[in-house]
């Protein structure tokens, strides 16, 4: 597998180095199927994120506490925190 992943595969992606900008990725017909998203270039931003994480941890404890969401949103196949889904699916269903 090992010589396939790097004389196959890999020669297929374009690599590039880190950026701040938005990088998509498109299939053949030139639609979107990932994006990549760079950090703002701004030094507060650590704090953004630290006081973003933060909130969202204390809405989780807070709804756990009365109850505002279901066992299913809080135990799930993605681990133990809390998710909603919400949006589209695209690919394979979970079953």
Request: hydrophobic share 45%; charged share 20%; net charge negative.
């Amino acid at each position: 597998m090992g010589w396939l992943v790097r004389n196959v595969l890999i020669a297929k992606f374009l690599f590039i180095g880190f950026s701040r900008k938005t990088l998509l990725i498109l299939d053949k017909e030139g639609q979107i199927i990932a994006a990549l998203v760079g950090q703002p270039d701004d030094p507060e931003w650590v704090y953004v994120i630290s006081d973003t994480a933060n909130i969202l941890e204390e809405v989780q404890q807070l709804g756990a506490t009365v109850d505002l969401f279901s066992n299913s949103s809080l135990h799930h196949w993605q681990g133990e925190f809390l998710a909603i889904p919400v949006g589209c699916h695209l690919g394979v269903d979970r079953q």
